[in-house]
């Protein structure tokens, strides 16, 4: 069976930076299982895969504008420490989720100055050269569920 619109594909695979840092795997893990055409994976990835099958291994180099998008100036801020809880312990590199009118986000500390904390709400991945090594391992008919859902339903994994 082939990729297309409406398969559950199961994938291993390594993602990279352009000087070949490791940023992501699967080894060691399961298989991550999406389903195609919805827009579950980012869409440089998901454009790559269409029409393979299973055993092929594909690599696959995804510019910033069909990965996380380019870096956006103006979602790096400065907030004063004030804004945290007294005890954060707040350090360069720190991630959590923010809230707002958009939904939530991941939020990253980039700088810490005395009691300036400068924050970027850009995703962690973002202005980033993504360099897949992908092997297709599985594909299948997705369930009109998960095809309504947007995501995968298997025992062990995501279920209602
Ligand atoms: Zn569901």
Do not use: K, W
Request: glycine share 14%; hydrophobic share 35%; net charge negative.
């Amino acid at each position: 069976m082939q990729v297309a619109p409406r398969t559950v594909v199961s994938i291993e695979y390594t993602l990279t930076d352009e000087d070949g840092g490791v940023i992501d795997t699967s080894n060691g893990g399961d298989p991550l299982s999406y389903v195609h055409g919805v827009g579950a994976i980012i869409p440089g990835l998901e454009a790559a895969l269409d029409g393979r099958a299973s055993g092929d291994r594909v690599a696959v180099t995804v510019e910033p504008s069909d990965g996380y998008g380019e870096h956006d100036p103006q979602l790096v801020q400065d907030v004063h420490r004030s804004q945290f809880p007294p005890d954060a312990d707040l350090e360069v590199g720190m991630q959590f989720q923010a809230s707002g009118p958009g939904g939530s986000r991941v939020v990253t500390v980039v700088g810490v100055e005395g009691d300036r904390i400068t924050l970027d709400g850009n995703h962690p991945l973002a202005g980033t050269t993504l360099c897949f090594d992908v092997t297709v391992v599985a594909v299948r008919a997705a369930s009109e569920q998960e095809i309504a859902h947007g995501h995968v339903h298997e025992p062990g994994g995501h279920e209602h």
